[in-house]
Every structure is written in C-alpha cells, then in structure tokens.
C-alpha cells in the first residue's frame, strides 16, 4: 500500500457541546457553560462550518512556537531508513522505523542511545511492528504485533523482553498510545470496509493482560483513510497518513471520521469538546495536535486522479484552519518558517506523535537541506547544520513547542 504523506498541525483544547449557538457563530471559538464536569468548566467551545469562508492568514511559525532543531546523530548502529512513529519526553526521542522492523532511541539533542530489533519467530520476538507506544516513566516500549498474533509485546529501552499482552479481542491497534500507568489507547482499524467493522473502534488495552475495554463511543457507519479503485483489471488502494485519534497533554482528542461531534477523552472520561458542520461526502478531518492557545484543523479531499492512476498523487486538496483562543478567532491558515525559504506551505509530521510537549515537529532528510542550502533557501540554525550534513546521514527534526 502507498501511502500519502500529508503535511497537519495542531489540536484544540476541551470544549462543551451545550454552548449557545448563536454565541458560537459571532465568537467562533467561545467559553463553555459550566456543567457537572470540572474539565468542561474549563473547556473551550469550538465549531467549524466548512461552508463558511473564512479569512486567511499567514502564520511565521516562530510567533506561536518555540523552535528547535536535532540533528540525529547518524552511525552504522543508529542508520534510520523512515520515520514512520515517534515519541518523546523530556530527556528522550523514541522512533519507529517500519523499514527495518526497529525501534531507535536518542536522547533530546539526537544522540544515539540505543536501537531495539527483535524480529524473529519466537515467543519474545515479533513478527513484525505494526504499532508501538512508549511509557517513559516505566520505560517500558510496547510493540503491536498484528496481523498474525493479536498481542502487544513489552521491552524495556535495553531491549530485555518483559511480557507479553495476548490481546482478548481481534483488534488492529492502527493508532497506539500510552494512556496512562495500567492502560494504552487503541484505534481498531480492523476488517475496516466490512459490514462487520467494529462499531467501539477506540478502546483501552490493559498493559498486563491485554483486556480490551472499549470506550462508549459507538459509529454506525465508518469512515475509512483509504481509497481504492481500479483500472480495468488492476486494483490499486491509498492511505491518506490522517488520524482521527491524536495525542495530548493529558489524554487523547477523538475526531472521528463519520462524527460531527468532536471529543476528548481525559481522566477516563468521554467529553464532547466541539463540532464541525457542512462536511462533504468525501471529506476527512480531523485535529492533528494539541495547544491550550492555538489550534489547526485539517480538511482533507478523499479523491484520486481517475486519469493518472498509474501514480499516486502527490497532492490532495487540504485546508488548515487556525484556531486561536486568545483572539477568539478562525482563519484559513498558510504556515511559514523563518529558516525555510519556500513558495509553497510547509508539511508537517504530525501523525503518528506523541510529543511530550503541546506542538509538532517536522523531519528534514539530509539531502532536501543540503539541496535547499545549495539553493540559498536556509536561515539560522537550520543554514548552519545543513553545512555539516553528508547526503547520507539521518535526518534533522524540527522540534516546535507551542507558546502559553
């Protein structure tokens, strides 16, 4: 399957689905009533109408974030062939490379700590990484070994194996997070386009016994990221890299596909934070990060070019749409950076994160800023470690925590 790759921001903080309409339309993004619930007292109200024209703006990415870039360090022990999954701490950047089936562990400023590959048939060994999550505090890696054996698999950030979790349910974790000391956070992407599919798709997995609980959200009629057609005889499928489940500070916000209502989930609890209306049949959207004063949204177009589809397309209509609490405002959103000389809006990885810190982050290969510093389209730090790079070496994370 071919994947693509495209650029997302950021997530919004709580909201409450029992604000006034008509406050919501002449505020955009308003306080939440109180209610029962001390998360929603402290809620934003949140609704997008995609009919709407909103005003657009540009948006420097260092005006609402903290930058920081890291080169990874690059030796025949830590060679990275694809950031596919990663996440971080404070003193820690965990990253999944699917490529070569092994997790990679640098500290916060790229250099190599230890890498962790335990492919292979045996009973502490897996199949393959479809999924994996970190817990830092237990510094515990989970690894979700699908299709074949249904079971997440646990090693310790030397690589000691430490148990194995046989999952109670025929899930496909397609999105994995730590939740908390005894739980991760699951996405079931499994048997997606049947009739069967599972209408509980978000769910808590039990990091000792692999009990799945899931969570009381149900969907009649899934939405899938991907796409297939055919031409004559040849059969060709997409995925569009969109999440509808994303990582915050201190829980998860859910933007399911075939909902209009928007939730977080925090301290065990399933909270109605918002709205999107006038979605298309073919729309996605979805948050893709989390701030307590900015957020972005992504639309994206489910479509492929019936007449090019030999080819992937490289680009899909998508609208960012930023959300800003402190001017209570929404506007369509192009992104810049100072250090990145460029006509057209930047991508971002984002999906597929969990960040310690409310932001994205965005990968660079060695040999896209040596090329742009050849074209003279590098400022800053980003000029100066591009100077160092040989074609060959891991690639460069830009690192953006959002401003409070």
Not at 152 to 168: H, W
Request: hydrophobic letters at 35%; one cysteine or more.
């Amino acid at each position: 399957m071919k994947k693509i790759f495209l650029g997302c921001l950021f997530a919004m903080s709580c909201m409450n689905n029992n604000q006034n309409e008509t406050a919501a339309q002449e505020a955009s993004i308003s306080e939440a009533k109180p209610s029962e619930s001390s998360e929603a007292q402290n809620a934003i109200f949140w609704e997008l109408d995609v009919a709407k024209d909103y005003p657009e703006k540009t948006i420097n990415l260092e005006d609402i974030a903290e930058v920081r870039y890291v080169p990874l360090e690059t030796t025949d022990q830590s060679l990275i062939q694809g950031i596919h999954k990663m996440a971080t701490s404070d003193d820690k950047i965990v990253i999944c490379d699917l490529v070569q089936n092994t997790i990679f562990i640098f500290d916060k400023d790229g250099h190599f700590i230890n890498s962790i590959n335990k492919e292979g048939p045996g009973p502490q060994e897996y199949s393959s990484i479809q999924n994996f999550a970190v817990d830092f505090q237990k510094e515990e890696i989970y690894i979700c070994d699908y299709p074949l054996k249904y079971r997440i698999l646990a090693y310790s950030f030397d690589g000691e194996f430490i148990r194995e979790s046989k999952l109670d349910q025929k899930i496909w974790p397609s999105i994995l997070y730590n939740y908390d000391e005894n739980h991760l956070i699951a996405y079931d992407n499994y048997n997606m386009e049947s009739e069967n599919a599972n209408k509980q798709p978000y769910s808590l997995i039990n990091k000792g016994n692999g009990q799945v609980s899931p969570l009381p959200l149900i969907i009649e009629n899934r939405k899938s990221n991907r796409v297939m057609t055919s031409d004559g005889d040849k059969f060709m499928s997409f995925s569009i890299d969109i999440d509808p489940m994303i990582k915050t500070d201190d829980g998860v916000v859910i933007s399911d596909f075939a909902l209009d209502t928007i939730y977080k989930y925090t301290d065990h609890k399933l909270i109605p934070i918002g709205v999107r209306k006038n979605l298309g049949q073919k729309d996605l959207s979805s948050f893709c990060a989390y701030s307590s004063n900015y957020s972005f949204f992504n639309i994206v177009k489910m479509e492929v070019d019936e007449k090019n589809i030999k080819n992937a397309p490289t680009e899909l209509d998508s609208k960012f749409f930023f959300l800003d609490r402190k001017s209570s405002s929404i506007s369509e959103a192009k992104i810049q950076m100072s250090d990145v000389v460029t006509k057209k809006d930047l991508s971002w990885d984002c999906y597929g994160k969990d960040l310690h810190e409310s932001g994205v982050t965005r990968t660079f290969k060695a040999s896209t800023l040596i090329k742009l510093l050849k074209e003279q389209r590098l400022n800053g730090k980003l000029k100066e470690i591009a100077s160092t790079l040989n074609e060959d070496d891991n690639p460069v994370l830009m690192m953006a925590k959002f401003k409070k």
